[in-house]
């Protein structure tokens, strides 16, 4: 079965690539060093780069299953295990979509009261970004993949970093594989959040024309993201010494107190204001899928749900208070991300596997 | 007056209705026209010519000697009349006949072709459209003698009822496209429509929205060249414009001057452009940011030149610059309003007097100054009217979103514009398009402007039927070094 949205609906399968990459990319690179670097100190690096290979196999594993049944989630919940374990299970992914909103709404307010407006009231901004993002998911999802697209800019925040090489220390970096395979792995799963973000695929699967060709430009989109990441993590190690990153929330932000321009002096408010880039894409890919599900589970228009799920993620957002409720929070999220990807996404895969191993001998 | 035809006294309640009886020994002949409508050396000639000469000839002998192309023999009252509105002189034999003939005798009182004064050019051809339809369809077929160049003739408004023309060739102009376009004229209900510029409104995709979704110019060329590349051409009677969609938002920014430098020229010419339109639209809402919240951010070297020249102004830099922002939104008002002479005069006066006064009055900070003049300087930049005064007031909500959030401020405001822009269309094209859908074929002819051995495809996102413009190999043939 074949449930194709109309063709001036769907967007072209490189498309995956921002989609996916600006999925993946959230603020939350700001302070992903600072767990992994606890147990893994120095050789962080190499986590970064097997938690990316992980992601591969992942997104492998996301694409065998939306091949074989060519549908989305959504739909693959209800064929798999009926109606009502289904909806269930697409309820836990609904509720995820808008905590993982809110969480990174709530990211982006709080860096920027600590790096721009320390008075600004957190209700105000998250208003104005919630109504903007309204427009941007009311226009519809290519208009939501264009924003992806545009927001590809941020790399040249990411650029803007190599002007902090003269002040790297290479001897941080060394000795090499100093600590342990199970430290690196524990690093490994601290680093996973960061990363979450292909499971969007499962529900964009039917806005993509020839689904099937856009499975390399995922893979593509996920290696960039590691290599930004790696990026990242490398120019902390070789900027900070390990002491002084323990100390650091946003060790990324305070990288930018390197950059120095001739005439813009403190890059950082550069840097702060343009992790807008970084959180909107996510939002409203986040808000538009979690509507999405609701508006094909109990047949009511997007158009309605919408202002609901906006609301709720504003009260949220509202509710969160301080930087102890965003790290509980965050952990949380991180948790449920992590089991997501790493546990659901396989028990999927095989019992797809097993659906159709059954099939086949009936 | 007793004898004319019973229809023809209601028209003469008009008082440049001419109707009379022709004297003859025969059957009364009646001639109706609207004597501000017709060239009276026609009607002398032609038609009273023959008939004086000989008073009895029959009506098809008279239908026959007159020597004009356009006449016709009409049958319905409503035909008549539309005719007589058009400058046509009605002839009929007998008060209640079954036939009535009408022969165009409209007066081509009008313009004759000047030179461009919108979209000045150097190189480029020194002509431009009139009032005249005909006139402006001569202009565009002579650059087109193709024979599947089309024109379709249609009528809007209930009371102007303009004669609009939609020009396209046929097998290449996408046939989506053209009847999307003849669909949205087709539909068009409004009683008075007197320019196209109104038209042009009425058929645009999205009616709320400052940006332009079609583009009218005054330059046969450029229009041609919209033709012959799958664009669709509207023209209007009365209307020294045409009109051509689909078009995408890099187009409001090139000149058709571009293509006839020199390609390196051309293109630089071209990024000057647009990035003068980044400048324009940035600039004043960066002042504002950096003086208002990031005044750190600023380097040593340049912020005392910047802190030393508006240390005497009493107001915050967002009301400074929204003062200055708004007398330049006066200067040029008031510019276009008056005869040219007198506007240089307001210009300088403006410009000269009213900014160096406002500098030592300490109303307003020397860079400001600059920075608002070179930027109102750099929306005009833009060739297109309607995209220079987008440029220009979309300055404002940039302003205002500076004001109250610094860079951040203006980081959302850009998204949203961002956001706005994705979701236009142009008679259903992308207005973002060759971005955003991103077509890699269709890079060639965007900041850039290309060498012509580059332009061997027609723009993939007109959807023409006839892709290829040139062969490729034929284009690009390359010789061997002393060959």
Redesign the interface.
């Known amino acids: 079965m074949k449930a194709m949205e109309q063709a001036r609906f769907t967007?072209?399968p490189?498309?995956v690539f921002p989609l996916v990459h600006s999925m993946q990319f959230g603020s939350e690179y700001l302070n992903m060093s600072i767990k992994p670097i606890q147990l893994a100190g120095h050789d962080t690096w190499i986590s970064v780069i097997l938690c990316g290979l992980c992601f591969h196999v992942v997104i492998w594993m996301v694409y065998r299953i939306l091949n074989r049944n060519e549908t989305d989630l959504i739909q693959i919940h209800r064929r798999f295990f009926g109606k009502w374990a289904g909806g269930g299970l697409n309820f836990i992914f609904i509720v995820y979509f808008l905590l993982h909103a809110s969480l990174l709404l709530r990211l982006f307010i709080e860096i920027?009261q600590v790096w721009?407006?320390p008075d600004l009231a957190t209700w105000l901004l998250a208003s104005?970004?919630l109504l903007?993002v309204y427009?941007?998911v009311a226009?519809g999802f290519?208009?939501i993949v264009?924003?992806c697209?545009?927001s590809l800019l941020r790399h040249l925040l990411i650029a803007a970093m190599l002007f902090t090489a003269g002040y790297f220390h290479f001897n941080n970096l060394s000795p090499v594989m100093d600590h342990s395979l199970n430290e690196l792995l524990m690093a490994v799963k601290e680093l996973a959040f960061p990363y979450v973000g292909v499971e969007i695929l499962f529900f964009v699967y039917t806005f993509i024309k020839t689904p099937e060709k856009s499975e390399k430009w995922a893979h593509l989109a996920n290696f960039v993201t590691t290599v930004s990441y790696l990026i990242v993590v490398l120019f902390s190690l070789l900027l900070f010494k390990f002491e002084q990153l323990s100390t650091q929330i946003w060790p990324q932000l305070t990288k930018y107190k390197f950059v120095?321009?001739?005439?813009?002096?403190?890059?950082e408010?550069?840097g702060?204001?343009?992790q807008?880039?970084f959180v909107?894409p996510i939002i409203c890919l986040c808000i538009w899928a979690s509507s999405r599900a609701v508006k094909i589970m109990f047949a009511v228009k997007q158009r309605t749900v919408l202002p609901i799920f906006l609301i709720l993620v504003f009260v949220a957002v509202s509710l969160i208070a301080g930087r102890n409720h965003i790290e509980a929070f965050q952990d949380l999220l991180s948790q449920i991300g992590f089991y997501m990807i790493f546990a659901y996404i396989p028990f999927v895969f095989l019992v797809d596997m097993v659906r159709v191993k059954a099939g086949r001998t009936v | 007056m007793t004898s004319v035809p019973r229809k023809w006294k209601e028209l003469s309640e008009s008082s440049d209705f001419v109707c009379y009886e022709h004297p003859t020994n025969n059957e009364p002949i009646f001639i109706g026209y609207f004597h501000s409508l017709i060239e009276p050396k026609v009607l002398h000639d032609h038609i009273l010519g023959p008939l004086s000469n000989d008073s009895n000839l029959s009506f098809d002998d008279l239908y026959r000697s007159i020597p004009v192309g356009e006449k016709e023999i009409a049958f319905d009252w409503d035909t008549i009349q539309n005719k007589l509105l058009r400058g046509y002189v009605a002839i009929q034999y007998g008060l209640q006949p079954d036939q009535c003939m009408v022969v165009n005798a409209v007066a081509s009182k009008g313009r004759s072709i000047s030179a461009p004064e919108i979209e000045f050019t150097v190189e480029g051809p020194k002509e431009a459209f009139v009032e005249s339809l005909d006139m402006n369809l001569n202009l565009i077929r002579k650059r087109v003698p193709f024979p599947e160049l089309r024109v379709k003739e249609l009528e809007v408004g209930e009371l102007s009822k303009a004669r609009v023309a939609v020009c396209y060739i046929k097998g290449l102009t996408n046939e989506q496209y053209l009847n999307t376009c003849i669909q949205r004229i087709a539909d068009v209900q409004f009683d008075q429509i007197t320019n196209i510029t109104i038209l042009q409104q009425m058929i645009e995709d999205n009616s709320n929205t400052i940006f332009p979704l079609t583009i009218g110019t005054e330059r046969p060329d450029y229009a041609a060249w919209a033709v012959s590349s799958g664009q669709i051409c509207v023209l209007m009677d009365g209307s020294p414009i045409a009109v051509f969609a689909p078009v995408n938002l890099g187009y409001f920014f090139i000149t058709f001057e571009d293509y006839y430098l020199p390609w390196i020229v051309g293109s630089i010419l071209r990024i000057i452009r647009m990035s003068s339109v980044l400048f324009s639209v940035f600039a004043s809402p960066l002042y504002i940011a950096v003086m208002t919240?990031?005044g750190?951010?600023?380097?040593?070297?340049?912020l005392p030149t910047i802190v030393s020249s508006r240390i005497n102004v009493p107001f915050p830099p967002f009301v400074e610059v929204l003062i200055l922002e708004l007398v330049i939104e006066l200067l040029r008002e008031a510019g276009a309003r008056l005869p040219t002479k007198i506007g240089q005069t307001i210009g300088i006066v403006g410009g000269i007097v009213l900014g160096t006064a406002a500098v030592e009055a300490a109303l307003t900070s020397n860079f400001l100054l600059i920075i608002v003049a070179l930027s109102a300087l750099a929306s005009f930049t833009t060739p297109i009217f309607r995209m220079s005064a987008t440029i220009r007031l979309l300055r404002f909500p940039f302003i205002f979103s500076a004001q109250l959030?610094?860079?951040?401020g203006?980081?959302?405001c850009t998204?949203?514009i961002?956001?706005?822009l994705?979701?236009l269309t142009s008679l259903g094209m992308p207005y973002?398009v060759p971005y955003?859908?991103?077509r890699a074929s269709d890079a060639y002819d965007t900041v850039i402007r290309p060498s012509y051995s580059k332009f061997h495809h027609r723009l993939s996102y007109f959807r023409s039927q006839r892709p290829v413009r040139v062969d490729k190999k034929q284009l690009n043939r390359k010789k061997d070094i002393d060959e």
């Open positions: 967007v072209s490189y498309l920027v721009l407006f104005v970004l903007l427009y941007i226009g290519r208009v264009g924003i697209l545009f120095r321009f001739p005439f813009i002096d403190r890059f408010f550069v702060a204001s343009a807008i880039f909107i | 919240y990031h750190q951010g600023i380097s040593n070297v340049f959030g610094g860079l951040l203006i980081f959302i998204i949203a961002c956001a706005h994705l979701r973002l955003y859908p991103f």
